[in-house]
């Protein structure tokens, strides 16, 4: 028979062990954990073992369900609980569906990824999605007093170690002016669409969702206070908050600027042809005035064009990857980049598009190529530019003045408080 108490992740627990019978339960304090350890012993030592009947344990896929209906749908996007529903479903449940919740291990999820890593079936991104789906539902089981533990913390450098990363697709610059020529050709349509996605980088939901208030074009193109207010989404057919829920602000370029500019006026003609009053919200409306279907767009518009002027197949996300890359290597920093972007931090740019960074000081490599000879006149030559010090007078001594002088009594170890530098 044992009774200890430890603690983990900042709360105290009891965990017993008797006749190979093993639970655990979560105490708030040290002193509460000891009182409790004590009674425990006690009432073990004179045969009651009532502490140790358990409720029915759950399991993985009892417990996620529950989880998946009362917080994630309760408190996050719709989206988002629709990602953690089919995570769980296709990836989660069919591994540790049937297993206790309490009796799943750190090397067990270890081999998992281990497995989805060898069969090269999932992508990083993937990988992730279904780690931090994991991660959600057994931090959830811990606040519960359900698991000891949380065994899905801080894996994601062992798992994600030797997974390549995929890097971001984008069209060149001469890519871009041919593909928005074919859009001008074969869908004049949705120019002023595709036209926004590669100067602004937004979402296809964050372009599908835009409206006209959103919108400042300033007095004049001159004016530099133009820019696009991004602060809605348009998702799985709801209208919802751009991404972490970051509204931010995103400059517009003088021909985008125009371009709206006549887009807008020709919208606001229409209605007045019509004999309607007020102009329809959204920038880039269906024929019946709602959100158009990104799905549709990508492929009875954007496929079209692409194949139209003689390019690869990219996917919606590759025209912001494309706005990245352009701005870059315009000259722009990463920190403007991830501000127009409304990335999370800047290492997610810095992960994603640091690669593109033109090396600006590559003199410096090229340095290393010159012959020694040359080093060596650069070398006296930066030297001969210094002013000469002064010499430092040498203070000779023999053997008997250094023993009498240093270490002795009322002396110190500095055998000359002026000799501190050189310079002085």
Not at 355 to 365: D, E, K, R, T, V
Request: hydrophobic share 40%.
């Amino acid at each position: 028979m044992s009774v200890k108490i430890r603690k983990r992740a900042g709360s105290w627990w009891v965990f017993i062990d008797h006749h190979g019978r093993r639970k655990a339960k979560r105490v708030g304090s040290r002193e509460a954990a000891e009182r409790v350890r004590r009674i425990i012993e006690a009432r073990l030592a004179l045969g009651d073992t009532g502490v140790l009947n358990q409720e029915p344990r759950q399991t993985f896929k009892q417990y996620g369900t529950r989880w998946l209906e009362v917080h994630a749908r309760a408190h996050c996007k719709i989206s988002t609980s629709e990602r953690y529903e089919q995570v769980l479903r296709l990836n989660l449940y069919p591994r540790f569906g049937n297993t206790a919740i309490d009796a799943i291990t750190r090397n067990q999820i270890r081999d998992f990824f281990s497995e989805l890593c060898t069969s090269k079936k999932c992508g990083l991104g993937t990988l992730k999605n279904i780690l931090a789906t994991l991660r959600a539902v057994l931090s959830h089981a811990f606040e519960a007093e359900l698991i000891a533990s949380n065994p899905a913390v801080r894996l994601g450098r062992f798992v994600f170690r030797d997974v390549r990363k995929r890097e971001a697709d984008f069209l060149t610059r001469g890519e871009v002016e041919s593909f928005l020529t074919a859009v001008r050709v074969h869908r004049p349509d949705r120019y002023a669409l595709f036209l926004t996605a590669v100067r602004t980088g937004l979402r296809v939901g964050e372009l599908l969702a835009l409206h006209w208030d959103d919108i400042q074009f300033a007095e004049d193109e001159d004016d530099s206070n133009r820019f696009i207010l991004v602060r809605h989404n348009y998702t799985h057919g709801h209208f919802t908050t751009p991404k972490n829920h970051k509204t931010r602000r995103v400059d517009m370029s003088k021909e985008l600027r125009r371009i709206l500019l006549e887009r807008r006026d020709a919208a606001m003609l229409k209605m007045f042809e019509r004999g309607e009053g007020n102009l329809l919200p959204l920038v880039f409306p269906s024929e019946t005035g709602g959100p158009l279907d990104g799905v549709n767009v990508y492929h009875r518009d954007l496929l079209p064009c692409l194949q139209a002027a003689g390019l690869r197949r990219v996917t919606f996300h590759a025209l912001r990857h494309s706005y990245a890359s352009l701005l870059i290597q315009a000259g722009a920093n990463l920190a403007y980049v991830k501000e127009q972007l409304g990335h999370s931090s800047i290492q997610v740019t810095v992960d994603t598009y640091g690669h593109l960074i033109p090396g600006a000081n590559i003199s410096w490599s090229d340095q290393l190529d010159m012959p020694a000879v040359k080093s060596s006149r650069a070398t006296t030559s930066q030297q001969s530019a210094t002013q000469a010090q002064p010499a430092v007078k040498e203070r000779t001594m023999n053997e008997s003045q250094l023993i009498e002088i240093v270490g002795g009594p009322a002396r110190i170890r500095t055998l000359d408080q002026r000799i501190m530098s050189p310079l002085l």
